[in-house]
């Protein structure tokens, strides 16, 4: 039995603990009960492993990884999120201050001392408890900025229940000390990739590390600009641990035209290059909601990539597709074609299939789905039978080993000190499996113009931003896009305009995947006769209910456009969210962040 197959050991543990830990006070949602038989948790090895399991609950679900992405500049959906809507976020709104989970481990981490257990043991299981608090916090720390450090289990009388915030400073610090803990501490070995290793602390590491090195780089308000080199150096060395020792490697088994995406739509994780994954088991019940979410018309938020983003995506001889004459009219089928095999792997286009009734069928862009004709599909299955409620029987990682390398190569980048040697092993790697034939093993000399005028006009060194290109292409849908752009401090992006491919005139059908079969129409005015399998757009300025959503650039002609009508503002109070306004109500010592 796996830890992460959607965390199943939660019901028992609560029972088993009930006894020694409640949750839900004022500031902490906790108070603390301490009536149970400890030496029966802690004075065995069993105990531990049972107590420890409740940590997993700490990590992302399937639903919540699936749900990653949803509020970031590449993803046009539904409806704008409020937090980005002018007036629509406050403090009433807020969420995420919630610290249960910490006093959990820290109830044990302050109890693992009996020595019926050898000390080594302990010491494994205290690392496994601080890799987990160091994960919390680093939750925290980047949706609140400064946070209270805790590190005991508080009673109810304790005074520090209504203290004040501690500076960032103080949080990184002791992140960073958990994480070296737990990678200089767990001993545990693990096959599956549902358990945390030291590898998988060193990873992490590397991802917090390289968060904070950033942010503190670009956002130069808080005047810690000198420690930044500290931290992305750290990001380096923990990465290069993970990459030298961790006998990881990319996948390449498939091809480079299935590699990559099989890492994402099966149920048997891949480990030479997962290293942590949250497991589905149809033995147990045990799904996600992956197709459901991203093939529903009505129950997701039809998440459709944005055509200034699909341009990001090389040719597959290496080249940048927007130096190509003529791109920005180039039709849906034809921009598709030769490119990075990575975007045949990440939305429908091409000769794409789905089983249906046991029948494969072409399956291109669906409008009753997507805003933009960019469909995603790298975390479903190819399987219509998934399509309704939580069924996907597919895996989906948590930490890959393709992250360790562009962490790598970003914070040496960043620090100046990036090698060919260090491209070779790590962009060009990656580019290779996505069966690029260009030059991979050197590194850039020259800086893409698209590159510089859409997403980094402050950037002008190539390396990075090749480096930010890869990190968008390879992680898409992975949840890291909105807080790349938090550390990159470029908010202004989420103001984007949601676009879509190419539409080169009204009233006429386009045969999206060149089967044969037409697919789609957009029009103003509906036309009388209507051909039999063809999706209708209206793309007219105004629809019944007024304003129309969706329409043409060029009005008659353009790049498809979505939700224009519905005004997105970037303010840089964003990059923090506001402390949620009850919980300074309980303790107004925890202040407020800037602008909120």
Request: net charge neutral.
């Amino acid at each position: 039995m796996t830890i992460l197959s959607e965390k199943l050991f939660r019901p028992l543990l609560f029972i088993f603990f009930a006894g020694s830990m409640s949750i839900g006070c004022k500031k902490l949602d906790q108070q603390p009960q301490a009536t149970a038989n400890k030496a029966a948790v802690f004075g065995s090895k069993a105990g531990l492993d049972l107590y420890t399991n409740s940590f997993y609950n700490i990590l992302p679900t399937t639903s919540a990884i699936i749900r990653g992405d949803a509020m970031s500049d590449y993803l046009a959906r539904t409806t704008v999120p409020d937090f980005i809507r002018p007036g629509a976020f406050s403090p009433q709104q807020s969420s995420g201050w919630s610290w249960s989970d910490l006093r959990n481990i820290n109830y044990f981490i302050q109890n693992c001392t009996d020595p019926a257990v050898s000390q080594p043991v302990r010491e494994n299981y205290i690392g496994l408890a601080r890799f987990f608090r160091g994960w919390f916090y680093f939750e925290k720390l980047k949706r609140f900025g400064d946070v209270p450090w805790i590190n005991r289990p508080f009673d109810v009388d304790d005074p520090g229940l209504y203290a004040g915030r501690d500076p960032r400073t103080l949080i990184v610090d002791s992140i960073m000390a958990d994480l070296d803990y737990a990678a200089s501490h767990i001993t545990t070995t693990d096959n599956s990739r549902s358990l945390i290793t030291r590898y998988t602390a060193l990873a992490f590491k590397s991802r917090v590390c390289l968060f904070e090195g950033t942010f503190r780089k670009y956002h130069t308000e808080y005047n810690l600009q000198g420690s930044a080199d500290t931290l992305l150096t750290a990001a380096a060395e923990a990465a290069e641990q993970v990459m030298t020792n961790g006998g990881f490697a990319l996948n390449t088994a498939g091809g480079t035209d299935k590699a990559y995406r099989n890492l994402f739509n099966s149920q048997a994780i891949i480990p030479a290059e997962i290293i942590l994954a949250n497991l589905v088991d149809p033995t147990l019940a045990i799904y996600n909601d992956a197709n459901w979410y991203l093939t529903s018309s009505t129950y997701g938020d039809r998440l459709s990539f944005t055509r200034t983003f699909i341009n990001t995506y090389l040719n597959i001889d290496g080249t940048p597709f927007t130096n190509e004459a003529g791109y920005s009219t180039m039709t849906f089928p034809q921009e598709v074609k030769n490119r990075d095999m990575r975007l045949q792997q990440t939305i429908r286009m091409g000769n794409y299939t789905r089983a249906n009734g046991g029948v494969q069928q072409a399956a291109p862009p669906v409008f009753s789905y997507t805003y933009t004709g960019y469909q995603p599909i790298k975390l479903t299955m190819d399987d219509a039978s998934m399509d309704g409620g939580s069924r996907n029987t597919n895996s989906l990682p948590l930490i890959r080993y393709a992250e360790v390398l562009l962490n790598y190569a970003e914070a040496k980048g960043e620090l100046g000190t990036l090698t060919d040697e260090d491209w070779n092993n790590t962009i060009g790697a990656l580019r290779r499996r996505a069966g690029i034939t260009g030059n991979t093993s050197t590194k850039p000399l020259v800086a893409d113009p698209y590159l510089k005028a859409n997403y980094f006009p402050d950037i002008s060194d190539p390396v990075l931003l090749e480096i930010r290109r890869e990190r968008g292409i390879e992680l898409a849908l992975e949840g890291f896009r909105f807080y790349d752009i938090v550390r990159w401090k470029r908010g202004p992006l989420m103001e984007q305009v949601w676009n879509g491919f190419y539409v080169p005139a009204l009233d006429q059908a386009m045969d999206l995947n060149e089967d044969g079969v037409l697919d789609v129409l957009f029009y103003q005015e509906k036309p009388a006769a209507t051909i039999p399998g063809v999706t209708y757009v209206n793309v007219a300025e105004t629809i019944k209910n007024g304003a129309n959503p969706q329409r043409l650039s060029g009005n008659t002609s353009g790049e498809l456009t979505w939700l224009t009508n519905v005004k997105r503002t970037w303010d840089d109070k964003f990059y923090l969210f506001p402390i949620p306004e009850n919980d300074r109500q309980v303790n107004p010592k925890l202040g407020q962040n800037p602008g909120w």
